[in-house]
């Protein structure tokens, strides 16, 4: 059996309705998905005992589902914007989520109440949403393609500082008291959040082309130390943020066909990065519509996906990292062209917490 929070075995659910080419992983099928491509995924804080399942997609709407111990998912409701969904996250207290669109505002959805108020505007679509927990004092961090970088009391409609980027926010993380963001052109700046969010550091970035995503990690004591960086060109950089040894930080390449004959190879994007809470290693994502699992202090992979239908968009672990859960869907890396509106979406529960346990060193 797993532990409180993670899913139980042996059970057939969902697996009579979806092709097993759909769901080669055999993992646990979420109900009702979004009928398009996952733009996000958050998983509820530990400040509340269930665990609840937040997607946004690009049908405009954000649905909740709540996840048994079965693996079975309820969905519980939905709400829309004028746009579609890029962001999401969780307040940390457990009853509020915050929903990023492309309609330029972001908006609070109380999920008691199940209503909604707008809570922060850009002037432009808003790519990314954090929740910063401080030490004296908590506010939503926004980034924008407006190319401003925004922190909210959201009792207030003006916001509590803007600090303008170089370009457009495409990906950011925040583990207070660091956030890291990546923006269009490669820039990539560190930010300290302690007492009040300042830039901390710009940093040249290691990868050569755009960036995707990123994730913040924590050293053994938990304290935020380095991030983890994402490009379209199979890659991934591990770096910290202030190391004594250059050597600690490193580039590795992922989400890459075994290679044609004639020495080429199919090169895909890393979509999404997270780190398991628990155990210090990361998952990712790909448009090649596969995962890993990797241990970067190993510098090792623990597992690979077989290949899905679709890429994979977004990933996602629960609080305590019982359970990883990622989104099949298009993600318009082949354009228009390949678009096929008869490929259904879906999201998939994965009992992890095995699988992502470090390598021991013999």
């Not at 409701?77 to 989520?97: E, F, N």
């Not at 707008?118 to 679509?125: F, G, I, N, R, T």
């Not at 980027?165 to 990906?171: A, K, N, Q």
Request: hydrophobic share 35%; proline share 6%; aromatic share 12%.
């Amino acid at each position: 059996m797993f532990s409180q929070g993670g899913l139980g075995t042996g059970s057939s659910f969902g697996a009579t309705t979806t092709p097993s080419s759909a769901n080669p992983m055999k993992d646990f099928e979420v109900t009702s998905p979004p009928d398009d491509s996952v733009s996000s995924l958050a998983f509820s804080p530990s400040s509340i005992p269930q665990n609840f399942l937040i997607a946004g997609s690009w049908d405009n709407n954000v649905r909740c589902w709540e996840v048994e111990q079965s693996g079975k998912t309820i969905p519980k409701s939905m709400q829309s914007m004028q746009g579609p969904i890029l962001d999401v996250c969780w307040h940390d207290d457990g009853t509020k989520v915050f929903m990023a669109s492309c309609d330029k505002m972001v908006k609070c959805w109380d999920l008691a109440t199940n209503q909604t108020v707008q809570v922060a505007a850009h002037e432009a679509p808003v790519k990314t949403c954090h929740w910063i927990k401080g030490a004296q004092y908590s506010c939503l961090m926004t980034g924008s393609w407006d190319k401003t970088l925004k922190f909210w009391d959201i009792r207030s409609s003006t916001p509590m500082l803007t600090i303008n980027l170089p370009e457009r926010c495409y990906c950011a993380d925040v583990d207070y008291p660091m956030a890291v963001v990546g923006t269009a052109a490669r820039g990539l700046i560190v930010y300290q959040l302690e007492s009040q969010p300042r830039e901390y550091r710009r940093v040249d970035s290691p990868l050569k082309y755009q960036h995707r995503c990123v994730a913040i990690f924590r050293d053994k004591k938990k304290v935020p130390t380095g991030y983890a960086l994402g490009s379209v060109e199979g890659r991934v950089a591990i770096q910290y943020v202030n190391t004594q040894n250059p050597k600690d930080n490193f580039t590795f390449k992922c989400h890459r066909s075994n290679g044609a004959p004639g020495g080429y190879q199919d090169i895909y994007a890393v979509n999404d990065i997270k780190f398991h809470p628990v155990h210090g290693t990361l998952a990712t994502v790909g448009s090649d519509g596969t995962f890993s699992f990797w241990d970067k202090d190993a510098r090792t992979k623990l597992k690979p996906s077989d290949p899905m239908e679709q890429a994979i968009t977004r990933c996602a672990f629960n609080h305590n990292g019982q359970i990883f859960a990622y989104a099949v869907s298009y993600d318009w890396a082949k354009g228009h062209e390949f678009y096929n509106p008869m490929k259904k979406n879906y999201i998939f529960l994965r009992s992890c917490f095995e699988e992502l346990k470090p390598r021991t060193s013999s």
